[in-house]
């Protein structure tokens, strides 16, 4: 596979939690339903398996005594990525703080926030997406949704279609948003009787995906279309490389996809940077406060902001806090 060509991936998966929310529910609401089963509490059967070995997972510490147990994720998923390693749920069992990109009563008001942003998101002057299209792009579309799908996303500016598009690109690997890894951590510290606090607010993930202009958003749409017309196993050699905790592939695709977008479109490459490189650094400032706190975090969130140029990772050793990747 060409590493090059899976940025759109890396996003839909691995970079926000919101876009994968977005990208179910638009795809319900265009009718391409779902092939996987509802989830359970926790995917996959039996929480901890002795002999389980931890995917992307990082220890940073501090000289002050506090620590932050990293666990990277993948935003869609199958019953493959459980049950989870020891290591990983004693950590969060251990931890005086639980973080995500969104607190637990976010993503419980999720789907309310994503479906009134679709609600305002129809076109203007009775416009469609195909009016934006070319002819080679809205066949694409056509043939891998269906026509009819096509047709119900057409009416709505183009962030409904590039999320669904994302998704049902999942689905036809055998993903699902409700396979995902965030969705077993939220339901294992619930368990647990730990809250999840936020990272960031709805709203913000949901201004980011919806945000962009109108031209930045076709742009957008057609970068996605070509990817996955010239890369259609992207979504499933991605997941393979999470699988393996094979974390130097993953930050080579990362690194390559975001330069290979800056150098075919500004608009687009500055979408990307706002997705991830303006989040880590804000990121990196919230844990190192905790961190010269003393505190024991456990903090999960889509892997591509521990991996790859400018992670959150990299920004805290910077500043001089020790991080070790615990396999």
Not at 89 to 118: Q, T
Not at 272 to 286: E, H, P, T
Request: proline share 4%; hydrophobic share 45%.
């Amino acid at each position: 596979m060409n590493w090059e060509g899976s940025i759109r991936v890396v996003k839909a998966i691995a970079g926000t939690a919101l876009l994968a929310v977005a990208g179910f529910l638009a795809g319900a609401c265009a009718g391409l339903g779902s092939t996987q089963g509802a989830a359970g509490p926790l995917p996959g059967g039996s929480p901890v398996d002795a002999d389980a070995k931890a995917r992307m997972f990082w220890t940073v510490s501090s000289s002050q005594g506090g620590t932050a147990y990293v666990q990277g994720t993948m935003h869609l998923g199958s019953d493959e990525l459980y049950p989870f390693a020891p290591a990983v749920l004693e950590s969060l069992k251990k931890a005086d703080l639980v973080l995500a990109e969104l607190s637990s009563a976010d993503m419980d008001r999720g789907n309310g926030l994503v479906l009134n942003r679709m609600a305002e998101a129809i076109l203007e002057g009775g416009k469609i997406l195909g009016d934006y299209l070319g002819e080679d792009e809205i066949a694409f579309l056509e043939n891998y949704m269906g026509k009819e799908a096509y047709r119900r996303l057409a009416p709505f500016r183009p962030w409904v279609a590039y999320s669904t598009l994302d998704v049902y690109a999942a689905g036809k690997a055998g993903l699902d948003p409700t396979r995902g890894v965030d969705i077993a951590l939220y339901a294992a510290a619930a368990e647990y009787g730990k809250s999840v606090a936020g990272l960031e607010s709805a709203e913000s993930q949901l201004d980011i995906l919806t945000g962009p202009p109108l031209s930045t958003q076709i742009l957008i749409l057609k970068d996605a279309i070509r990817e996955y017309r010239e890369y259609p196993s992207a979504i499933a050699d991605l997941y393979k490389s999470y699988l393996r905790d094979d974390r130097r592939r993953l930050a080579r695709q990362l690194d390559d996809s975001l330069a290979r977008t800056k150098a075919w479109s500004t608009p687009v490459a500055d979408f990307n940077d706002s997705l991830l490189a303006k989040r880590n650094a804000l990121w990196a400032g919230r844990l190192s406060a905790l961190l010269e706190q003393g505190r024991t975090v456990f903090v999960f969130a889509g892997v591509a902001h521990f991996l790859g140029a400018g992670n959150v990772l990299e920004l805290l050793e910077k500043q001089g806090y020790k991080v070790r990747a615990n396999p």
